[in-house]
C-alpha cells in the first residue's frame, strides 16, 4: 500500500488478495476515509441509461472480526454522469472472501462506459456493533425523547 505523507496512523491491518494488476485501493488525500477501487475487466463495459452492472475489482479481503467494508458511490462520477453505487452502502462482511463487486447503475441520460482500471467507488472499512434485543411489552415502554415518533420530514424545510 502506498503510504500518503502525513497520513494518519493505521489502526486495521487487512490481509488482501488481488487476481488484479491495478494497484491496491488507496486514500486520494492524507484525510480521505475511502479508497478508491478500480474495475478489473477484460473489455469496456457500456451502461446504458438505466442499466446496472456488478463491476468486478479483483479484491479479496479478509477483514477482521468486528469490521465490515462499505462500497459507496465516487461523488465526481455521481454529478457528472450520474453513474453510482446501487446498493449504497454495500457491505462486505468480515466473513466474505469473494471478489469485492460494485452494482453501478447508469441513472444519466447518455450511454457511460466503464473501462479497466478505471475508478468506480469508494471503500471505508468501519468497525460496527452488534446487538442483543430487549424486547419491551409496548411502544410506551421506550424511553420518551422530544422527538417521540416524528418521522420524515417532521422538522419542515427551513
Known amino acids: ?13 487487512v490481509p488482501v488478495a488481488t487476481t488484479s494488476h491495478h494497484e491496491l485501493p488507496t486514500y ?11 474495475a478489473k475487466l477484460d473489455a ?5 441509461p438505466g442499466e446496472r452492472a456488478l463491476i468486478p475489482t479483483g479484491l479479496h479481503l479478509a477483514l477482521p472480526a468486528g469490521f465490515e467494508a462499505q462500497v459507496r458511490p465516487r ?9 453510482t453505487v446501487l446498493n ?22 447518455v450511454p457511460f462506459t466503464v473501462e479497466d482500471g478505471e475508478r ?5 472499512v468501519a468497525r460496527y456493533e452488534r446487538v442483543r434485543w430487549n424486547l419491551v411489552e409496548d411502544v410506551e415502554g421506550l424511553t420518551e425523547t422530544t422527538r ?3 418521522g420524515f420530514g417532521h422538522t419542515g424545510t427551513h
Open 28 to 38: 486520494a488525500t492524507p484525510e480521505s476515509a475511502g479508497l478508491d477501487l478500480r
Open 88 to 109: 449504497s452502502p454495500g457491505t462486505i462482511d468480515a466473513d466474505y472472501r469473494g471478489d469485492v463487486g460494485v452494482i453501478l447503475i447508469n441513472h444519466g441520460q
Open 148 to 150: 417521540g415518533t416524528g
Open 1 to 13: 500500500m502506498s503510504e500518503l505523507k502525513d497520513a494518519p496512523t493505521w489502526t486495521v491491518e
Open 44 to 48: 469496456p463495459k457500456v451502461l446504458q
Open 75 to 83: 461523488s465526481g462520477l455521481a454529478f457528472k454522469h450520474g453513474v
Open 120 to 124: 468506480v467507488a469508494q471503500l471505508v
